[in-house]
């Protein structure tokens, strides 16, 4: 069924001004970030993946210190891991030369170095008692019980989609808004089964699909950097774009220096999906990580969140000597158009594009087409 909602549902729904949301980007976005987003009229996102449920309620009040505006606070939903102990211990084997070039040696274990929102109870508890404007879920749903827990604390939800099957099941769980993830996107495919086959649909198809199919809100996010591509987003159904890989160069973002070269530099035009970061599919700025897991002698990663264990702490050796070609530099296919600007700058320009994207589309239209 087409998607016949009032254009500007989304925006009156979570209450925002602007069409624009900062992706949460878990590692990346902090609380200053969000704040400088949610401020300037658009949705700031915090990604809390990646933390304990103590973690995520400090954030949570560190960002609601510094705005009074909705803010969404973003969660992973993936398939708690399973431990394969020869899978790790090949991986490992085919990293300890790596970690022999700066010293050290590379972990004797792995472990799952966080859980997900599926099998936290204290997270969702946290998420209840702060009741965050939005809440958003990546690489699935949580179950019917706790959508419902967080709709009655009236929490308006949004979830990833990649395909069309995906997008169902989140029209059909009572989300509020789905997030049409295309395959430009940085970081982490939203995927929710990452075994089956991926359509790799890029963003303004995937978006044009959902808002001709679901009558939710649909959300374009993956390859866009600018007003431009937000109006074009726009066009095709969508009532807001989100962006992550635009704001990462921004100072307020937690990154590394070197990460923020890269991202600024000539490395940025180059990314490619890898498994060997983390264990799961993610777009990155090519590098010295992603070379290891594109080697065909490779072996296979272990599972989600698992392989991170040993990414992040190759990480660390190599950049305690100066190296840091190892990180998650996490970028979509359009990161050469990153800007290092404040996050409050870069929305402002964000808007001014936007504007003369729609006057100029308002132009073009006004004109006889022969």
Same mark, same amino acid.
């Given at each position: ?220 996010? %993956?390859?866009?950097?600018?007003? *431009? =591509?937000?109006? +074009? !987003? #726009? $066009?095709?159904?969508?009532? &807001? @774009?989100? /962006? ?80 840091? %070609?190892?990180?998650?530099?996490? *970028? =979509?296919?359009? +990161? !050469? #158009? $990153?800007?290092?600007?404040? &996050? @409050?700058? /870069? ?24």
């Amino acid at each position: 069924m087409p998607n016949r909602i009032d254009d500007h549902a989304l925006l009156r729904l979570i209450g925002i001004e602007v069409p624009i949301i900062l992706a949460p980007m878990a590692g990346v976005s902090t609380p200053a970030l969000a704040a400088a987003v949610s401020n300037a009229g658009g949705l700031g996102s915090l990604g809390v993946g990646a933390m304990n449920s103590e973690g995520a309620r400090k954030v949570i009040r560190e960002t609601r210190a510094l705005t009074a505006r909705p803010f969404n606070i973003n969660v992973f939903c993936h398939d708690p891991a399973t431990a394969d102990r020869m899978v790790e211990q090949r991986w490992l084997d085919w990293l300890s030369p790596e970690f022999e070039k700066f010293g050290t040696l590379p972990p004797a274990l792995l472990s799952e170095i966080y859980i997900s929102f599926l099998a936290d109870p204290a997270m969702l508890e946290v998420l209840l008692e702060e009741k965050p404007a939005v809440v958003s879920f990546h690489f699935g749903l949580p179950s019917s019980a706790t959508i419902d827990a967080l709709k009655k604390a009236g929490i308006k939800l949004m979830a990833s989609a990649t395909n069309l099957k995906e997008a169902a099941e989140v029209a059909a769980a009572g989300v509020d808004a789905i997030v049409a993830q295309g395959i430009e996107a940085g970081g982490h495919r939203g995927v929710f089964d990452p075994g089956a086959p991926d359509d790799q649909l890029g963003t303004f198809a995937l978006t044009r699909l959902l808002a001709e199919e679901f009558q939710l809100p649909v959300i374009a996010a %993956g390859g866009i950097m600018d007003g *431009a =591509g937000v109006a +074009a !987003a #726009l $066009a095709l159904g969508a009532q &807001a @774009a989100q /962006l992550g890989t635009a704001f990462v160069a921004c100072p307020e973002t937690s990154i590394d220096e070197g990460y923020r070269r890269a991202i600024l530099s000539e490395s940025a035009r180059h990314t490619t999906l890898t498994a060997a970061i983390s264990g799961r599919l993610a777009r990155s700025i090519s590098n010295r990580f992603t070379d290891l897991g594109n080697d065909p002698r490779s072996p296979q990663p272990p599972a989600y969140p698992i392989a991170y264990d040993a990414g992040k702490a190759l990480h660390a050796a190599a950049k305690a000597k100066g190296e840091f %070609g190892y990180g998650a530099q996490w *970028a =979509g296919q359009v +990161a !050469a #158009l $990153a800007r290092f600007l404040p &996050a @409050a700058e /870069l929305f402002s320009q964000l808007v001014s594009e936007l504007n003369e994207s729609i006057r100029q589309l308002q132009r073009f239209a006004g004109q006889q087409l022969t």
